[in-house]
C-alpha cells in the first residue's frame, strides 16, 4: 500500500468517532420531535394506568439525548397505545422505526 494511500485511510477512519460522540442535527431534530410526541400522547391517554418502568424507559430514552439503547416494553393498554401513537406520528415525521426506544425481552 502507497504511504499516501495509508494516510488517507488513517484519517478517513479515524474522522469517525468524534462524529458518533457528538448528536448530529437530525438526531437531535428527531429527539426534539419525540419529546414533544411523547407529552402529547401522555396528555392524550393519561398515564394513571401506565406501567412506570415503561414511563422510566421513555424518560431515561428522551434524557440521554434518545441515544440509550435501553427498550421500554409496552405492557399495559395504555402502554401500547401511547407506543403505537408514537410510532405512528414519529415515522410520519420521517424518524426510521430502529430509532423508537420499544422492545420486550424475548422469554
Known amino acids: 500500500m502507497r504511504p499516501g494511500l ?3 485511510l488513517l484519517l478517513a477512519l479515524g474522522s469517525h468517532a468524534p462524529a458518533e460522540e457528538t448528536a ?3 438526531q437531535q ?3 426534539s420531535l419525540y419529546e414533544k410526541a411523547w407529552g402529547r400522547a401522555i ?4 398515564s394513571d394506568d401506565l406501567n412506570y418502568n415503561f414511563i422510566a424507559m421513555n424518560e431515561n430514552f428522551i434524557a440521554s439525548g434518545c441515544r440509550d439503547n435501553s427498550r ?4 399495559s393498554i395504555d402502554d401500547i397505545e ?4 408514537l410510532s405512528i406520528v414519529m415515522m410520519n415525521e420521517g424518524v426510521a ?3 423508537l426506544p420499544f422492545g420486550c425481552a424475548s422469554q
Open 82 to 85: 401511547i407506543a403505537n401513537l
Open 24 to 26: 448530529s442535527a437530525w
Open 72 to 75: 421500554a416494553c409496552p405492557q
Open 43 to 46: 396528555d392524550q391517554v393519561g
Open 6 to 8: 495509508a494516510l488517507v
Open 97 to 99: 422505526s430502529t430509532f
Open 29 to 31: 431534530q428527531k429527539c
